[in-house]
């Protein structure tokens, strides 16, 4: 599998996989059926780098502006975490499974959240769907949602045309910090651990 090295630290095949598999639950999520993101996986794969590569930059760029995370968030995250994994003793068994303390995981999840309001500084001024722009979307691509009203879709329509939305955005200013870094392709045959970029969940904002 295809990986790059950002100014010299190596983005893991086990990064881009994370940032695959964020891709494809987003599009089944969506209404994306399985044929369909079976064709593109190619291009899938080629984003997730993208993505593997973009978290990592973030990742460095809110380590450098030394972005801060109130034990409160923190906290937060360990709930959706525990939620996720279906309550405390799968919580548990999780933590012992990838030999992990409470504290080292507090630890990758605060990078998390100094991460997500990176983002959210990036996307500040991102113009919500309106209702015009949900009616524009769904009368183009009406065959694709043959059988179902915009009543049915508009949730989902809205949450894509966002999606995209603050995407661009934050594709612009990784590009920005892309452009002052150093980023080396290499096929890797080995095998890494953990998601490459610090942090071991998605980063809001990201595709997926």
């Known amino acids: 599998m295809k990986t790059a090295k950002v100014n010299g630290v190596a983005i893991t095949s086990e990064a881009v996989q994370f940032e695959l598999e964020r891709l494809v639950k987003f599009y089944y999520a969506h209404g994306f059926k399985e044929d369909e ?3 593109c996986l190619p291009e899938l794969q080629e984003k997730a780098l993208e993505q593997a590569i973009g978290a990592k930059l973030l990742l460095d760029r809110a380590s450098s502006l030394e972005m801060a995370a109130s034990a409160e968030e923190i906290d937060e995250e360990v709930r959706k975490v525990v939620e996720q994994l279906g309550g405390a003793e799968g919580y548990e068994k999780a933590l012992a499974a990838q030999g992990l303390s409470e504290a080292a995981l507090r630890k990758e999840l605060e990078k998390g959240v100094r991460v997500n309001k990176l983002v959210a500084q990036a996307c500040t001024g991102v113009d919500e769907p309106t209702e015009e722009d949900i009616a524009a979307f769904f009368e183009a ?17 809205r949450d894509l045309i966002r999606h995209d939305r603050r995407g661009r955005a934050l594709d612009a200013f990784v590009k920005e910090l ?31």
């Open 37 to 39: 993101i079976r064709k």
């Open 141 to 157: 691509r009406k065959a694709d949602y043959a059988g179902r009203t915009i009543v049915d879709v508009h949730d989902q329509i």
């Open 178 to 208: 892309r452009a002052a870094a150093d980023v080396e392709y290499v096929e890797d045959h080995g095998h890494g651990h953990g998601c490459g970029c610090g942090c071991h969940h998605g980063h809001e904002g990201q595709e997926a």
